[in-house]
């Protein structure tokens, strides 16, 4: 992920270690979620919560509360 453009990630030559980890760490969980909501995740760009997550402004409980929740709102439920 090369930078953070408002809600979204562009690359990851830029991110520290920790970033990488959040990032892998956000994937995994948001392709969970995406499952489990039937959303069509496509990037994590396409979650803000997913995007905060990588650089730290949410821990992983409020992850997986933010990403359903923007999941189910995108996908009509």
């Not at 392709?31 to 919560?49: H, M, P």
Request: charged share 30%; aromatic share 8%.
């Amino acid at each position: 992920m090369e930078r953070q453009s408002g809600g979204y990630l562009i690359g990851t030559e830029h991110l520290s270690p920790e970033e990488r980890y959040r990032e892998r760490r956000a994937r995994q969980i948001c392709e969970q979620v995406s499952k489990e909501v039937d959303f069509d995740l496509d990037s994590l760009g396409q979650v803000n919560a997913c995007v905060q997550f990588v650089y730290g402004h949410l821990d992983e409980a409020e992850l997986w509360e933010r990403a359903r929740a923007e999941m189910e709102q995108g996908a009509g439920l």
